[in-house]
């Protein structure tokens, strides 16, 4: 089984910016596409930025601009910089990979708590 550990995150105040890690280890490892989902409190899990193993990207239309997602193939990690932070982005972030092995699965980080102070 592939495991995925997020770190990086922290408190900032709005404006600043934080970039966040995730590094995925197994005994096997095909990771396709990776990237980010988040989950403020009290709201749904939304999908963030993603990245393929190619280095095609997708970001939700609310942080196309200011955030960067980006990954390291040869050391199995994904990364999200996140620049111009404003309060909205105050959520727990989750990095994932989608693993191809007999069938494809989703693994999950247990999450890294970013809070944007106003």
């Known amino acids: 089984q592939v495991q995925l550990v997020e770190s990086g995150g922290g408190l900032v105040q709005a404006g600043g910016s934080l970039t966040l890690s995730c590094v995925a280890s197994?005994?096997?490892?095909?990771?396709?596409?990776m990237g980010w989902f988040r989950q403020a409190l009290g709201k749904q899990r939304e999908l963030v930025a993603r990245?393929?193993?190619?280095?095609?990207?997708n970001y939700a239309d609310s942080v196309k601009g200011r955030f960067t997602v980006s990954r390291d193939n040869a050391k199995n990690m994904v990364y999200l910089q996140m620049n111009s932070l404003n309060a909205e982005d105050t959520a727990v972030y989750y990095c994932?990979?989608?693993?191809?092995?007999?069938?494809?699965?989703?693994?999950w980080g247990q999450g890294t708590q970013v809070t944007v102070s106003s």
């Open positions: 994932y990979g989608r693993v191809g092995e007999k069938v494809e699965y989703d693994a």
């Open positions: 197994g005994s096997k490892i095909k990771i396709n596409t």
């Open positions: 990245i393929t193993r190619g280095g095609n990207t």
